[in-house]
Every structure is written in C-alpha cells, then in structure tokens.
C-alpha cells in the first residue's frame, strides 16, 4: 500500500483556475482607451521578438449549456523574447467582449495565455539592410515595443526609426515612456555599446489634438517634412527595411507607399524588404 501523505499548504501544487493561466504582476492606465499589463511567462514558451499570442479571460456562462468558454484575442507581445515576464499593451473599447473586462484585471488576477506565438514582423522576414523603418498607429506601438528592446535590431541596422501616429497627444505616451527608458536598458548597453540608443530616430505624430508634431506619417513621408525633420534621405529599396502595424487603411497605404519606392514585401517564408501586420480586425 502506498503512503498517502496529507495534504497541507505547503504540499498542495497550486491548481490554475483557468487553462493556461498566467498571473497579472503589474497594470498600467495612460488613457480611459489605453493600458498596459505585464504577466508571468509560461515556462516553456519561446517566441521571436514581434510575434503576437492569443490571450483573454474566461467567458461568462452560455445561456443554454451554462458551460463557460475562454474569450481570446490576437495580442502583440509587447515584452522582448529575453524578458522574464509578459508585457501587451492594450486598446479598452467599453463594449469590446474581451476590453471592456480586460482593462479592470489587476495585480493577482489570472489571465489566459495560448503559447503559440506567431507573426511576420519578426526579423527572420527582412533581407539585410542598413536602416530598419517602424511604422506605427494606436497599438500597433506594441510589436515596436519589443523589438525596440531586442538586441538584434541594433545589431542588424545602423538606424533605427520609429513612427507612431495617434489622434491625440496622451496615446503617444506609453511609446514614449519606453524609448526615453531605453538609454538605461542594460542588456543593450552591455550586448550592444552605450551609444546604442543614438541608432533610433523617435517621429511621434498627432492628427486631432496639438502636439509638437502635426499629422498623419503617410503625409508628411510624401510631402518631404518627415525626411526633412528627421534628417535622412529619403526611403530605398538598397538600404531600407521595414515594418508596419496600424489600422488597415493605413497599412494598405504605407504598404503602396513602399512599393512604389521599390521594396517588395516579406514574410517568414519569403525574406524581403518589408513586412506588415494589423493592428487590429476591421
Ligand atoms: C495580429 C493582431 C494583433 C493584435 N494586437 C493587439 C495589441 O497588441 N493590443 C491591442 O489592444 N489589440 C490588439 N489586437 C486587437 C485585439 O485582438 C482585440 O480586437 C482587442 O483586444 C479588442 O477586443 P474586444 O473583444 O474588446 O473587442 P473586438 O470585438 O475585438 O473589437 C471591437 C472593435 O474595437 C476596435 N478595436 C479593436 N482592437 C483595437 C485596437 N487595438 N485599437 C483600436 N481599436 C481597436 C475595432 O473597431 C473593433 O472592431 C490585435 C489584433 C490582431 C489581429
Ligand atoms: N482615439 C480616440 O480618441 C477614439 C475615441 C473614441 C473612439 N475611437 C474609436 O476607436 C477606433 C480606433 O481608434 P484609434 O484612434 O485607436 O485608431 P485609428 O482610428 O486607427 O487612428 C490612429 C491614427 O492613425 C491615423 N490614420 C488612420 N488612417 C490612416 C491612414 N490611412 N494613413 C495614415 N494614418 C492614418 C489616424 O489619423 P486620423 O485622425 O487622421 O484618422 C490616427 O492618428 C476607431 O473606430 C475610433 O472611432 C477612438
């Protein structure tokens, strides 16, 4: 017969709620439409800077079975692949299924994380290049998040530029927060030197509320004032690489932007010159 032990606090394996649980260790509001949330890592979850997961809570009860189901969304990981915990940064729309819950979790509550990364702005899909191009909107900041923590972006490209157009001027602010923080990033200052951070070039844009910057980066790209701000030469198919994540409208038209200056789009599969994702459904 085998010992059966009793089971006391310390003995007892803590059981996850949910399916593939994580815990929330730490939540962030910048806007009543904008927050961010870090979460523990599942162990054996590897992914490649700029991938994206599903992650959610449980639904409520179904009316006739009363069986309650997961409720996921596509999230962009916004943490690096090195980081000990999970970072997204996220949309709250009041009657989202999943946001208008998601945006009041905090520190403790459980989450569900599918580990299944997946995605195209990684930089596996680029060919090698001088200067790497971030085009972002909203939240389609999150996948620049990562990579511009990764070390492998400072060693692939001498320059670094990262635009991000919002409505107005209190959504640039998680962006901003994390590329002011980047200067004291010590992973890159010992992997990569300490003048890494001098490579980026920061466009932040608004298009409804005053900001030192005025209007939309697909304007300002075609009208020259962005070149001429950030002072660099214009884009080409020989030096530049590019990524962009926004709303569809704007990727469509940053995407026939970039053709028209000779890049050809990539994927995993297919290496090229640049790669896009939405950042959203729509
Ligand atoms: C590949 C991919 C990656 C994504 N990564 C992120 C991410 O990192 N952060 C994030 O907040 N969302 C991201 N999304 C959107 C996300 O999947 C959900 O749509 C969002 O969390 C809202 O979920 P919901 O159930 O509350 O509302 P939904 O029913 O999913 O959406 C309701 C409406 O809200 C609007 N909306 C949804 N998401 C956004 C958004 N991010 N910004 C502005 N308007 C939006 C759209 O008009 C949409 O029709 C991503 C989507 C895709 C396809
Ligand atoms: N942001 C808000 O304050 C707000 C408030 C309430 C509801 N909403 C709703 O939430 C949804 C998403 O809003 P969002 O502001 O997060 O994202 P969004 O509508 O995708 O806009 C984000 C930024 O992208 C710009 N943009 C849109 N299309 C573009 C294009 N083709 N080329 C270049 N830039 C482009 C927008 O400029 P423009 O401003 O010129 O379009 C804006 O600066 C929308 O359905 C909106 O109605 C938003």
């Avoid at 927050?35 to 800077?49: E, G, H, N, V, W």
């Avoid at 980081?83 to 299924?97: A, H, L, N, R, T």
């Avoid at 090698?128 to 389609?140: D, H, L, M, S, V």
């Avoid at 001429?228 to 214009?234: G, S």
Wanted: with cysteine.
């Amino acid at each position: 017969m085998t010992e059966q032990k009793p089971v006391t606090e310390s003995t007892a394996q803590k059981v996850p709620a949910l399916p593939d649980a994580q815990t929330v260790t730490e939540v962030k509001h910048y806007t009543d439409r904008l927050f961010s949330f870090k979460c523990t890592r599942p162990a054996s979850l590897r992914f490649r800077s700029g991938e994206f997961v599903m992650i959610g809570l449980m639904g409520g009860p179904d009316p006739k079975t009363g069986k309650q189901k997961p409720l996921l969304r596509a999230y962009s990981i916004a943490s690096p692949s090195w980081d000990e915990e999970m970072e997204f940064y996220s949309i709250k729309v009041q009657d989202g299924p999943l946001t208008s819950k998601l945006q009041h979790i905090q520190p403790g509550d459980e989450v569900i994380l599918r580990p299944k990364p997946v995605g195209t702005l990684v930089h596996d899909a680029l060919i090698p290049g001088k200067r790497i191009w971030f085009f972002a909107t909203g939240t389609g900041f999150a996948p620049f998040a990562s990579l511009l923590r990764e070390p492998q972006t400072y060693q692939d490209y001498d320059e670094v530029i990262i635009t991000h157009t919002c409505r107005e001027a209190g959504e640039l602010t998680y962006g901003r927060d994390l590329i002011e923080a980047l200067k004291d990033d010590e992973l890159l200052n010992e992997v990569i030197g300490e003048d890494f951070w001098k490579k980026i070039k920061y466009y932040p844009t608004t298009t409804r509320e005053e900001s030192a910057k005025m209007g939309r980066i697909t304007d300002l790209i075609r009208s020259g004032e962005a070149y001429a701000d950030l002072d660099v030469e214009p884009l080409n198919p020989e030096s530049d690489r590019a990524m962009i994540c926004g709303n569809l409208a704007f990727n469509l038209e940053l995407k026939e932007m970039l053709e028209e200056a000779g890049l050809e789009e990539g994927a995993n599969s297919k290496p090229a010159q640049y790669v896009v994702e939405k950042a959203f459904l729509d």
